[in-house]
């Protein structure tokens, strides 16, 4: 299962984190976000060494406008607290294994 990130949290669970971090930017009344949702549950089981999770853009605001989230979903890759994928809209999940893949450590 997929991990809740929130503006509260955001700092030690992603910025901080010694493995990458890939985060799904959604909303609950977003269509495209509930369509993708299995498969970042599924990439967020099948990856222990990577976390995977997601964050609300309706509750982080604040994180969501820092990285100029302007369409979602739209899915981060953090290595090392910086951002260094970034992909939109539905992306197979085949696409966002390779881009796990290319930064794991």
Known sequence: MATEFTADNFETEVLQSDNPVVVDFWAPWCGPCRQIAPIIDELASENSDVKVGKLNVDDGQ????????ANIPTILVFKGGEEVE??????????LQELINAHKV
Do not use: D, E, F, N
């Open 86 to 95: 970034r992909v939109q809209g539905i992306v197979p999940k085949s696409k």
């Open 62 to 69: 604040s994180i969501a406008m820092k990285y100029g989230i």
